[in-house]
């Protein structure tokens, strides 16, 4: 493969459904993660309708959910397989196959200047493979007994037995048919990454002057090898569970009025194999959104991101540390005190390259000259909820008070601010940021600010009030509180959250409609609107397969020499070579 | 009305699309490009940055004084250490969240941009990173020390002395049980549970009557099974043709003979003897056949006959296997022993079995173990600052001492309604949003009445059935029918 671009001949099929061309199959993973993202709303709009409104009818529920909502009022069955699968798209679907998927597969290659990613095959495997994952997870919504319900954890044995509810019948089996085909498309993206990234960096692009994108995507791409595989092996043991009679996870069952003649198994066995994964998949969530705002908050805020070792450091300390505090999921489930304990310092730990992180950021915006794109307002929003979220992950980290808030909404407004507010608001700012690398136009501005401070206001106006929801003794997963006279007193809240979860849900109408828009009609882009250092602006605006006409870029210096006092201009391409006499950061 | 919802939205769409166009024309006329964010519009969003830190830091304190104590003071000892632990906590992290916000959302408010200012070229600082690393770990050192000092005081060894109660979780209730005068509580085996033994407790007259019941099931089924028409009519018709068969046999077999005698080289006189022999068991099958089909005759006239698809036939053998084990495993719940004198037929005979409420005494400890039927649930008393999974096959326990009696709690809320209770906390099925049970905190007299009037789980022959086996019967027997 020599230094030319590519130019063969490229049919509508190779070029727009089985392409193997890494910028294609970015857009791909973004808009199938749009319209996962687009139903997992809905489903949660339905469920907060009867939370915020227990037991009213509405005409809408009946006319999308049918027989599971009879009059208008969400059958009991049918609102915990909403909860479950809105759980389990948001976290796998949107926020790890829409965000690795979408700007490892993007970035990767344009930041590093590599013709494409290491194999372009296994790469189109990858999409396809969540495509087809996707639509079985969509398609076990519309089966007899409903979609998996025990939450998007699905513990055994409620999950294991289809006596236990009807969820658990085909509906689970689903489930677990398109998670193994959702671990294949991540392994097959995750080996691509790390070796495209430590084999195909263009000459000059040392580690060291790695975009810090690109090192959250190797170090995410990393943990999800190593930790998906043995969400397999949970989803295998159960599925054995459930057809051939093993007891991996089940014993001294009576359910159904039968004795089940299953010993010697255990339902922690699962935990500790789903959590195994489930630690780092938070992290393979949170990092590219970090790496991502480092890069739009040193770009549009016209400095360095502050810090560049020590966040490549903690990044690599988040790492690693995430695979050892996956018991904190686990404090109340009996498991050994000490072990509890071992969890509670790993835990708390991670709280420290978190912080260095944080620090960083706001170190990064000041005296800076902030140009507020609707990507650097999504990014400081990052910021403000990594560090809120952040914090409460101090109380749940810490066992003795974690018996208090285990499963209650205290948990619920925890994850959600971190991954359904900053998680989510990196890969909105990504899509705001590269969209004129992705589709060669630009998105409106005025729609992104009215779509950022909807969004921003609509979100803490859902999670904040559920802290004090939790706090207070409401369990989660529940259908209704009114069994409940100690919890009457935070009943009012829960119309409040409501009403702001249905006014957030229309604020992304803003975005849906400025981004498909935008695709056709959005003003046409120049090669590098943002002014900003790194390669991927130094490729034509219109796609080319190979990315460079022409040899590939050569690399003389970092990605963050923005307002170099040396340079007249506020930015300088890594492309640049050093000026005489600079002295290289 | 659904049409014109549609309709309304696809016109919406059409409107905004066209006015999106408008607006683009507009500003590629006046040669703006999205890129360059104007002044104005950096000035407004730095300011709304302002605006809404304003806004977020009072709804936060707002809220903080709605419902900020909103759970009453700890009714358990651990509890008061808990709470300790926890206002520390929120302490440090109100300190942090207040902090760290405030800075971001006023550098982002100060510093927007200005096309005559260039930014501070501040690319790291070794020593204030290692300030903010160090400190946080201090500050996470000691949390960390304080946290674990609770947990380990919390999850110890309980007193020896401590009340012990079982509570056992199943869809969608939880029962307790509390050892009798023995001071011991009855083996458990899920193999005994019968609608009069829903928590399988090991006695003699449990194992007995788990074996009677199963018997009746499997004389049912089995029954079911032999009168199913379609195989009844089936196996008659295979024993007619046999029937027909043999009548003719004696000469078509010999015919047969002959034919393979070339190829067999088999031995002529063997045939012979062959022949004889078969007369007379020819005639012993024949009756035997003749008499199974008139078995099947009288069957088919009877009014047990049942007719089921080929898939629910094949449940049923299905079901008869899995029950014929479940007779195995409850022969197999041989006597045990404990050390000392109680055999294990009788440490359960005299167990207190508990629905609806359960009542403890004050100030004194109590060790909870949990145990679970069917999937996990788990057993939250907010109140006492407690939560323990229960989860099938694996015991477990936690402890505690409960402090405020529901008559001073009741004093404490102004609330003459008040009562403790016990949720189920791990999602467990259609009705976990309503699993739960009253606690009742009283004086050691009282809770000792209480216990007193609780019947022993099984009464002495003679004696009256107890209230609790009926209840115990009526509740398991509905619970059982509902799930089945």
């Known amino acids: 493969m020599g230094d030319q671009a590519h130019h063969h001949e490229e049919s509508f099929v190779s070029k727009y459904v089985f392409s193997q061309d890494h910028k294609m199959i970015s857009k791909q993973f973004l808009v199938t993660a749009i319209v996962m993202g687009v139903v997992a709303v809905m489903l949660s709009v339905f469920f907060r309708l009867q939370l915020g409104w227990p037991g ?29 699968i809105h759980g389990t798209i948001m976290v796998f679907f949107v926020l790890t196959g829409g965000l690795s998927g979408t700007f490892s597969n993007l970035l990767i290659p344009l930041q590093i200047g590599a013709r494409d990613m290491a194999s372009g095959f296994l790469n189109m495997l990858s999409y396809w493979f969540f495509l087809f994952s996707s639509v079985i997870m969509i398609f076990s919504l519309f089966v007899e007994g409903g979609a998996a319900s025990g939450g998007w954890t699905v513990y055994p044995p409620l999950s294991a037995l289809p006596q236990a509810m009807p969820g658990s019948g085909m509906g689970m089996t689903l489930w677990l048919i398109s998670m193994v085909l959702f671990v294949v498309s991540s392994l097959l993206g995750g080996l691509n990454y790390v070796v495209t990234i430590i084999n195909l960096r263009t000459k000059g692009m040392s580690m060291t002057r790695l975009p810090l994108t690109i090192w959250a995507f190797m170090v995410t791409a990393i943990l999800g090898v190593l930790s998906f595989p043995v969400l397999v092996s949970a989803v295998v043991l159960l599925l054995m569970d459930r057809t051939m009679g093993t007891a991996f996870y089940l014993s001294d069952i009576f359910i159904g009025g039968e004795a089940l003649d299953v010993t010697g198994g255990s339902p922690i066995l699962y935990q500790h194999l789903f959590w195994f994964l489930g630690h780092p998949e938070v992290y393979i969530v949170l990092l590219p959104a970090l790496g991502i705002s480092s890069e739009v908050i040193a770009t549009n805020a016209r400095k360095p991101i502050f810090g560049y070792k020590a966040m490549v450091g903690s990044l690599l300390g988040i790492g690693f540390l995430s695979f050892i505090v996956w018991g904190h999921h686990m404090f109340v489930t009996g498991m050994n005190p000490f072990i509890g304990s071992v969890f509670v310092f790993t835990t708390l730990l991670i709280a420290i390259p978190s912080a260095v992180k944080a620090f960083n950021y706001i170190t990064t915006l000041w005296k800076g000259n902030i140009r507020f794109s609707p990507a650097m307002l999504f990014s400081i929003g990052l910021v403000s909820t990594f560090v809120t979220g952040g914090l409460t992950g101090i109380i749940l980290a810490d066992s003795a008070l974690d018996v208090n808030v285990h499963d209650t909404y205290f948990v619920v407004a925890h994850f959600h601010i971190v991954m359904g507010m900053s998680a989510i608001f990196g890969m909105l700012a990504g899509v705001y940021h590269w969209f004129p690398k992705m589709f060669g136009r630009m ?42 006279e100690f919890l009457n007193g935070v009943q009012d809240l829960q119309p409040i959250i409501s009403t702001f979860a249905i006014v957030g849900a229309i604020g992304q109408l803003f975005f849906l409609f400025n981004f498909f828009y935008s695709i056709r009609y959005g003003q046409k882009a120049v090669q590098n609107p943002w002014k900003s250092n790194t390669l991927e602006w130094t490729t034509p605006v219109k796609h080319l397969h190979g990315n460079w006409d022409g040899p590939l870029p050569i690399v003389h210096r970092w990605a963050y020499d923005y307002s170099n006092p040396v340079h007249e201009e506020d930015f300088v391409l890594q492309t640049t070579p050093p000026l005489d006499g600079e002295v290289m950061h | 009305m659904k049409l014109l919802i549609l309709l309304v939205v696809v016109l919406g769409l059409v409107a905004a699309v066209q006015l999106s166009k408008i607006y683009q024309l507009s500003i590629s006329l006046r040669g703006k490009r999205e890129e360059e964010i104007s002044e104005a519009d950096n000035r407004m969003n730095g300011g709304l940055w302002l605006v809404f830190m304003v806004l977020f830091y009072a709804s936060f304190i707002v809220l903080l004084i709605r419902y900020g104590d909103y759970l009453p003071p700890s009714a358990s000892v651990h509890g008061l250490a808990v709470d300790q632990l926890m206002n520390f906590n929120m302490a440090i992290i109100f300190a942090v969240f207040f902090l760290v916000n405030t800075l971001l959302f006023w550098f982002s408010a100060k510093y927007y941009y200005r096309a005559d200012r260039k930014a501070t070229f501040y690319s790291h600082d070794n020593k204030l990173e290692l300030i903010w690393t160090v400190i946080p770990s201090i500050v996470l050192a000691v949390i960390i020390a304080f946290g674990l000092r609770t947990w380990n005081e919390m999850t110890g060894e309980a007193a020896d002395d401590a009340i012990r109660v079982e509570m056992y979780s199943k869809q969608f209730d939880w029962t307790a049980r509390y050892p009798g005068n023995d001071g011991e509580f009855g083996l458990a085996n899920y193999n005994l549970i019968t609608p009069l033994n829903a928590l399988g407790i090991v006695t003699e007259e449990g194992v007995e009557s788990a074996l009677e019941e199963i018997e009746v099931k499997i004389a ?23 029937l027909h068969e043999d009548d003719h046999g004696h000469g078509h077999a010999h015919t047969e003979h002959e034919h393979s005698e070339d190829d067999n080289h088999s031995d002529h006189s ?11 068991s020819h005639n012993g099958l024949k009756a035997l056949l003749e008499s199974r089909i008139s078995e099947i005759d009288h069957m088919l006239e009877s009014d047990k006959v049942i007719i089921l698809t080929e898939a629910a036939y094949e449940a049923k053998e299905d079901k008869l296997y899995r029950l014929k084990r479940h007779r195995t495993r409850i022969m197999e719940i041989g006597e045990f022993n404990f050390d000392g004198e109680l055999s294990a037929w009788d440490a359960g005979r005299d167990d207190r079995i508990v629905k609806g409420e359960f009542h403890l005494p004050i100030g004194r400890e109590v060790e909870f173990v949990f145990r679970s039927r069917d999937v996990i649930h788990s057993a939250y008393m907010p109140h006492f600052r407690t939560q323990m999974n229960s989860v099938p096959g694996v015991p477990t326990r936690f402890k505690m001492t409960p402090i405020i009696s529901t008559d001073s709690m009741r004093m404490i809320l102004d609330d003459p309604d008040f009562d403790y209770v016990l949720l189920c906390n791990k999602v467990c099925g259609a009705a976990h949003f309503n699993m739960q049970m009253k606690i009742v905190i009283e004086s050691q007299e009282a809770y000792d009445a209480w216990l007193n009037e609780q019947d022993p789980f099984l009464v002495k022959e003679g004696e009256e059935e107890s209230e609790t086996e009926k209840v115990t019967a009526e509740v398991a027997s509905e619970n059982i029918t509902a799930s089945l």
């Open chain 1, 56 to 84: 009213e009818s509405f005409a809408i529920l009946e006319t999308f959910l049918g027989k599971w909502a009879p009059d208008g009022v969400l059958d009991r069955n049918a609102y915990l397989a909403l909860v479950t």
């Open chain 1, 443 to 484: 998105m409106n501005n005025k729609l992104g600010f009215v779509h950022f401070w909807i969004t921003i206001v609509a979100g803490y106006g859902v999670f904040f009030p559920m802290h004090f929801v939790g706090i207070a003794g409401a369990p989660r997963r529940y259908y209704e509180y009114s069994n409940f």
């Open chain 2, 220 to 242: 049912k089924l089995e029954d079911e099974i032999a009168y199913e028409k379609g195989h009844l009519l089936d196996e008659r018709e295979e024993l007619m043709e046999r």
């Open chain 2, 270 to 280: 063997d045939h012979a003897d062959h022949a004889d022999h078969g007369d007379a």
